[in-house]
T-cell receptor, first 112, second 113 residues
Framework: KQEVTQIPAALSVPEGENLVLNCSFT??????LQWFRQDPGKGLTSLLL?????REQTSGRLNASLDKSSGRSTLYIAASQPGDSATYLC???????????FGTGTRLKVLA | SAVISQKPSRDICQRGTSLTIQCQVD?????MFWYRQQPGQSLTLIAT?????????ESGFVIDKFPISRPNLTFSTLTVSNMSPEDSSIYLC??????????FGPGTRLTVL
């Protein structure tokens, strides 16, 4: 059974810092991995999607990497801003399945 | 891309009652899902809503408690039956046409007193 864990569970940083969020999964047989952002009381916004054959994806100040063999992904946020404050979720789509399994989430607070 | 709407956006209900949540997608999609997000927790998949057949439930979720309908390729409902305070959560509808295109609704925030 696929299990997805995110570390740290919560993070508070001053504005301008570069930071790394971690995601680990127990079954490396995945089709893709996606990072989402969730603002309080809101739905999910997709940030980056990495196919199993890819090593990384970039969008603006965000960079996500994937090491499928070790069951790990990282989300790198450069020059963090208060507007980045949200919960970040990773989710994996297992090979041969038709659903996402979500990680435990990281609550990020960027202080002005 | 698909846009998903949910009704109601939030509700406060009494213990023992039932609430039906509606999910509408603005285009036809292959698969629809229902997730639960308990306070401070991540998303847990409740079931896959199958068009024209019974929903497929994940371990720990049963049809009697969470009946689901999907009458067509753009609409689904989730009912939370015989509610208790433990059912207080955000319920999210999701849809996709494949693993590369997943969309989420804004969620329904349910509080059970």
């Amino acid at each position: 059974k696929q299990e997805v864990t995110q570390i740290p569970a919560a993070l508070s940083v001053p504005e301008g810092e570069n930071l790394v969020l971690n995601c680990s999964f127990t079954d490396s047989a995945i089709y893709n991995l996606q990072w989402f952002r969730q603002d309080p009381g809101k739905g999910l916004t997709s940030l980056l999607l990495i196919q199993s054959s890819q090593r990384e994806q970039t969008s603006g100040r965000l960079n996500a990497s994937l090491d499928k063999s070790s069951g790990r992904s990282t989300l790198y946020i450069a020059a963090s801003q208060p507007g980045d404050s949200a919960t970040y979720l990773c989710a994996v789509w297992g090979s041969g399945t038709y659903k996402y399994i979500f990680g435990t989430g990281t609550r990020l607070k960027v202080l002005a | 891309s698909a846009v998903i709407s949910q009704k109601p956006s939030r509700d406060i209900c009494q213990r023992g009652t039932s609430l039906t949540i509606q999910c509408q997608v603005d285009s036809q999609v292959t698969m629809m899902f229902w997730y639960r997000q308990q306070p401070g927790q991540s998303l847990t998949l409740i079931a896959t809503a199958n068009q024209g057949s019974e929903a497929t439930y994940e371990s720990g979720f049963v049809i009697d408690k969470f009946p689901i309908s999907r009458p067509n390729l753009t609409f689904s409902t989730l009912t939370v039956s015989n509610m208790s305070p433990e059912d207080s959560s955000i319920y999210l509808c999701s849809a996709h046409d494949g693993p590369d295109t997943q969309y989420f609704g804004p969620g329904t925030r349910l509080t059970v007193l």
